[in-house]
């Protein structure tokens, strides 16, 4: 081979390295950045050890509704009572359960395949609608950071619901969520949920009032515990009570007598 074809061979080789040499810096440059980023959240996210034996005086999602309500002029409320799990009506912990993340027990703190469907519904739809949240990032959410949606915010969500699994029982972290979740204006927790629509200790709760105040969640504003008008909570209360035949929580006659309760048919 001749002097000249080698040229030609080196010559042709160095625009291949130098494309290479930029998708690699590049590349690098992106792993680089986003580890950054990864480790900048980690570290800024909150101590949540503390939360084994102490419950919060306060929720960050609480000073977040209640400036706005400052902001409007208008009144601030907050009806809110702490009850330890065992003062919950086993009914409501189950309906939660199945309305919000049925595979708590299952899981680590992250439902991939939940989270996968939400990411296709939301790149399909082009905006954040759907989050696949399940209840340890809900209270993540709920306890340390404000409810807008963008990717930063996310990030912290995982890195907190991370440590929360790694630092409490699954029971600890269920009395938690049901202990802060928003249920309505001013209304947070199981116990002021129950006293405020069905005037009652969470304890007390029928099977068709912990259906009922499973289905508003998470949209408590949106929707009321009480209202037999709506559609779309008419067919989340049967599912919530489907699901827990199906599960062998309750059984036949049971099933189809709360169904007769909320007005719904089989």
């Not at 010559?11 to 291949?16: F, L």
């Not at 802060?180 to 002021?192: F, H, I, L, R, T």
């Not at 007390?204 to 009321?224: D, M, Q, W, Y």
Request: charged content about 30%; aromatic content about 10%.
């Amino acid at each position: 081979m001749g002097r000249w074809a080698v040229r030609q061979m080196g010559s042709s080789a160095r625009p291949i390295r130098r494309r290479w040499t930029r998708v690699l810096t590049v590349g690098g440059a992106v792993l680089l950045a986003v580890g950054g980023v990864g480790a900048a959240v980690w570290w800024t996210t909150p101590d949540v050890s503390w939360l084994r034996r102490s419950n919060p005086i306060e929720t960050a999602m609480m000073r977040y509704r209640e400036e706005q309500l400052r902001r409007q002029g208008r009144p601030v409320r907050r009806r809110w009572f702490w009850v330890p799990l065992s003062r919950i009506s086993p009914y409501l912990i189950q309906a939660v359960l199945i309305a919000e993340d049925d595979k708590f027990f299952r899981h680590e703190g992250f439902d991939w395949e939940s989270m996968r469907k939400a990411l296709e519904t939301n790149l399909r739809r082009r905006r954040i609608v759907f989050g696949g949240s399940t209840i340890t990032q809900q209270l993540a959410k709920n306890l340390f950071l404000s409810p807008e949606r963008s990717l930063v915010r996310k990030l912290r969500e995982a890195a907190i619901a991370y440590k929360l699994e790694q630092e409490l029982s699954k029971e600890r972290i269920l009395e938690l969520y049901l202990n802060v979740v928003e249920w309505g204006p001013g209304v947070y927790g199981a116990e002021a949920a129950a006293r405020t629509y069905f005037h009652k200790p969470a304890s007390e709760l029928r099977l068709s009032e912990a259906i009922r105040l499973a289905s508003v969640l998470p949209n408590p504003h949106r929707f009321s515990p009480l209202d037999d008008t709506n559609r779309r909570m008419l067919r989340k209360r049967r599912v919530i009570a489907r699901r827990m035949f199906q599960r062998g929580w309750i059984d036949e006659p049971t099933y189809q007598a709360v169904l007769a309760e909320l007005g719904i048919r089989p």
